[in-house]
């Protein structure tokens, strides 16, 4: 396939001849196409994904469409999102290596990126979440992949000019920002039309969600802060679905919402998924109590915040090179302390903030138009409206009372409150 050709969609049946002759993937998986299976396994909301398995071995082809996957045709969405993906799957690597599947080959007109196949054991987090499955090093392994991305691609490390180049790059994934700022922060807060939930348990909790003002006013000042501070390069949809893991590693995938905002974004994204994942797992109780489960859930997320937090403290006392902070203003002058407490205050910024985006991300993932696997496989709908009112309690409260929370075992005890309040 040459960059030439104008865009096409692959199809199971096309893709040998229309990739046959594409070295990077015939050098991994052989040049004998009679003899390639190809599978479309695109599970997402966004795309075509393509396991490839020849003589020599497999590989995943990835390809944007150019709409909505989950939607349809009716809503447009540029194929550049795949050029933002590759390029930030590159910086990725670069800042934490071995966490992200390896890259063979990007075609930007056909919007294709040619990358490692993770075959089983490896699954999606969320499936092996929504099964139970206690993993022992995923708390330690995502917790040093946010800090080493988020801190490496900030102005605490990078030189500015690079930066500044890079923020312009990435300042053009207009589209995918613009469904989170839609999706997240604004629609699941009125009628907006995309919107659903189940109903008609929740109809009541979603009129009195929407008629909450310190809520709504909480929503807006986080996408503010969304939009406004292009404090590094996000991977910008960390959720358990964008997760692959076997029982001892775990690789982030799907950077395509890639752009410069706040730290704390990635962050709280991520331990909403977890926690959204503590409150599902009354639904999954078929087979025997999940106790443990819930048990290692807060766990993980204690671990992932703690983690995180030792090795940006880490980055910051041994990699601190850009421009803000500057070692000649603290260390150099013999004045470890003045790094240490601007360090505590922008660990402290980055709590209060990622309790907000949590707290938000949880609402979108009951309210808006992703739902996650996680609440949707609870085929009870009284039990998954349960489980859903607990998770909204609870989301509500971190987002409108961040600023008064100073710890995660203070959330995760109120976690494992609301979890045991037997009136919802
Ligand atoms: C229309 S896209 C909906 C969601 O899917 C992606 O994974 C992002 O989370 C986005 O918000
Ligand atoms: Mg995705």
């Not at 041994?318 to 013999?334: A, I, K, N, V």
Request: charged share 25%; with cysteine.
């Amino acid at each position: 396939m040459t960059g030439n050709k104008p865009f096409e969609a692959l199809s199971v049946e096309t893709l040998p001849k229309r990739l046959g002759e594409n070295e990077a993937l015939t050098e991994r998986i052989g040049k004998d196409i009679s003899r390639w299976k190809v599978r479309e396994v695109g599970d997402g909301n966004l795309n075509l994904v393509f396991i490839v398995e020849g003589d020599k071995g497999a590989a995943v082809v990835k390809q944007a469409l150019p709409y909505v996957r989950l939607v349809g045709d009716s809503w447009p969405l540029p194929l550049k999102r795949s050029f933002f993906e590759y390029h930030a799957l590159t910086r990725q690597q670069a800042r934490a290596p071995g966490s992200v599947p390896a890259i063979y080959h990007f075609d930007e007109t056909q919007a294709l990126i040619v990358m490692e196949y993770l075959s089983p054991p490896y699954i999606i987090l969320r499936r092996a979440l929504i099964d139970g499955r206690e993993l022992p090093n995923l708390a330690r392994d995502i917790g040093l992949f946010m800090a080493r991305t988020l801190f490496r691609g900030s102005d605490l490390s990078m030189v500015a000019r690079e930066r500044k180049a890079d923020l312009a790059l990435f300042a053009d994934n207009v589209e995918l920002c613009d469904i989170t700022e839609n999706l997240v922060f604004s629609d699941p807060y009125f009628d907006a039309r995309m919107n659903r939930h189940t109903s008609p348990q929740l109809d009541g909790l979603v009129a009195e969600l929407r008629a909450d003002r310190d809520l709504k006013v909480e929503a807006q000042r986080l996408k503010h802060l969304f939009a406004a501070n292009a404090e590094t390069l996000l991977h910008g949809d960390l959720h358990s679905g964008s997760i692959m893991v076997t029982d001892t590693e775990t690789r982030m995938i799907d950077p395509e919402f890639a752009f410069y905002g706040p730290i704390a974004f990635d962050v709280g994204m991520l331990l909403a998924n977890f926690w959204m994942a503590f409150f599902s797992q009354r639904g999954h109780e078929e087979n025997g109590s999940r106790d443990s489960m819930r048990a290692y859930l807060l766990k993980v997320t204690a671990e992932t915040w703690a983690v995180f937090r030792a090795e940006f403290s880490h980055l910051w006392r041994t990699e601190r090179t850009g421009m803000l902070y500057q070692r000649s203003l603290f260390e150099d002058q013999g004045d470890r302390l003045g790094a240490e407490q601007a360090l505590d205050h922008m660990l402290s910024g980055i709590w209060t903030d990622l309790l907000g985006f949590a707290g938000i991300e949880v609402h979108r993932r009951i309210l808006g138009l992703a739902h996650n696997a996680d609440f949707e496989t609870i085929a009870d709908q009284d039990l998954r409206a349960k489980c859903e009112t607990k998770a909204l309690r609870f989301g509500r409260h971190i987002a409108v009372n961040r600023r008064q929370i100073h710890s995660i075992d203070e959330v995760n005890t109120l976690a494992a409150l609301i979890e045991q309040e037997s009136r919802i």
